[in-house]
């Protein structure tokens, strides 16, 4: 699709705009039960169990029947909850959730019921803002959840979690700015036409590792799942949601997990565009065929969802706080400035794109491994240190710890209750004392 054919966009029938909208509707209800089936059953491969494999074929329908199930459940509501904001939260996550695919393209134009449509509901010069957008908006709906629950845990939850996103937002956006300055447009349509003769995932390829690490962490998906980490808050911002209202906060976290990787798909591996070798069909980019070659890299990259779940454990959270600040954030803007400079030395000097940003990541790799061996020496001295002061700290000794005066062994050191905690005294001191 070219930039000539956004003539396309606003002018289909409203009963064709109906029947995209019905189809985006169901074919995301569809791969969110299939994907809470598929993490399921890749999850307890990984821990060497069967998973869910009986109702249905190979248990497929296991998750339709935990939706009707928690559907039936009796709702609880707190007796402190702000009503109406406790009510709306829910509805917000999962709204923004489904509106951020109105501009997504799944295929080329096609004839559909005798019309010519884009596969795409619709478009315009601005479309990746637009995702952003909404999904700035999404966050309102875990903010408000935690604060209108009445209760600290799902407080902290929402706090965490507009920190998280918010921070990992701004690398998710400084990534795409490669990808507006190659295509030269912010038109979800025209960056996948700007692809054609190669990906931006090869050609960009720091920004593609940028945006994978920030959408997972944009997600909330394990290792980021630090809103909802049980071992501190509970269940995070929906400790107090349960029976629908819970669903749709589910229902939501599955979703945008479809959406991010229908974005990385979009801006980075082609979009609808089949892949080399099947690329050399010529019927490959055309008529319904283009929507399966979406689908199988949108579900390559759920699968990577589902395989960092169950790999890798949580980090803290001033560890994941640290790593969008600290790394994710100045490596964007580095990269940002060799993709420009890139760009205008391919205009004004006789480089091609390829040696330019050979040299640019060859640049990138050499500040990663100046900052990680920085990193290191400064690990490894925090590490001296509290080897150091634990080997104090062990030398300590309270001798009223038990309730009972008991003289300390030689060598050790006795901190007497009457002062400060940070005076202590020798074993001789104290007997001579």
């Known amino acids: 699709m070219t930039g000539g054919q956004f003539g396309f966009f606003g002018v289909d029938p409203w009963w064709i705009v109906i029947v995209k909208v019905l189809g985006i509707f169901v074919m995301l209800v569809l791969l969110t039960l299939f994907t809470i089936w598929w993490e399921r059953r890749v999850v307890s491969r990984m821990q060497h169990r069967i998973g869910p494999n009986r109702v249905g074929p190979f248990g497929l329908l296991q998750s339709l029947m935990d939706g009707v199930k928690l559907a039936l459940k009796e709702e609880i509501v707190p007796k402190g909850v702000h009503l109406a904001v406790y009510w709306i939260a829910p509805i917000i996550s999962a709204t923004t959730a489904f509106i951020a695919f109105a501009v997504i393209p799944f295929g080329p134009v096609v004839n559909m ?8 509901l619709t478009d315009f010069p601005v479309s990746v803002l637009y ?15 935690g604060w209108a629950s009445g209760s600290t845990y799902p407080l902290l939850g929402g706090l965490r979690s507009s920190a998280q996103m918010i921070s990992y937002e701004i690398a998710m956006g400084l990534s795409f700015v490669a990808v ?12 996948v036409s700007a692809q054609e003769p190669v990906w931006f995932a090869v050609i960009l390829l720091p920004s593609f ?12 998906r394990a290792p980021f799942d630090l809103p909802e980490a049980e071992g501190e808050l509970v269940g995070g911002f929906h400790t107090e949601y349960s029976s629908m209202k819970f669903a749709l906060f589910f229902l939501a976290e599955y979703i945008n997990m479809v959406t991010v990787s229908a974005l990385a798909t979009t801006l980075f591996l082609g979009g609808w565009r089949a892949p080399w070798p099947i690329s050399l069909w010529d019927a490959a980019n055309t008529g319904y065929w ?19 779940r169950g790999t890798l454990p949580r980090l803290r959270y001033d560890q994941f706080m640290k790593f969008g600040w600290k790394i994710l954030i100045p490596v964007s803007i580095v990269w940002i400035l060799i993709v420009a400079t890139a760009r205008v030395l391919r205009n004004d000097v006789q480089f091609t794109s390829t040696q330019i940003l050979l040299v ?33 700290q062990a030398r300590v000794f309270d001798a009223m710890a038990g309730g009972y005066p008991v003289p300390p062994m030689p060598g050790q050191q006795v901190s007497l209750p009457s002062r400060r905690a940070t005076s202590s005294v020798t074993t001789q001191e104290a007997i001579d004392g």
């Not at 995702?131 to 959840?145: F, H, Q």
């Not at 940028?210 to 997600?219: D, K, L, N, S």
């Not at 283009?290 to 960092?308: S, T």
């Open 209 to 220: 590792l940028i945006y994978v690490t920030a959408m997972v962490g944009e997600t909330n």
């Open 360 to 392: 640019g990541a060859i640049t990138i790799v050499v500040l990663l491994a100046g900052s990680w061996l920085l990193q290191s020496r400064a690990d490894r001295k925090t590490a001296l240190q509290e080897e150091a002061d634990a080997e104090i």
């Open 131 to 145: 995702i952003l957008a909404i999904a700035s908006i999404g966050i309102y709906g875990i903010v408000l959840a």
């Open 113 to 120: 019921f005798g019309q010519q449509t884009p596969l795409q």
């Open 290 to 308: 283009p929507m399966l070659w979406w689908l199988a890299k949108v579900q390559i990259f759920i699968f990577i969802f589902i395989w960092l």
């Open 180 to 191: 507006f300055l190659y295509a030269g447009s912010m038109s979800t349509s025209e960056i």
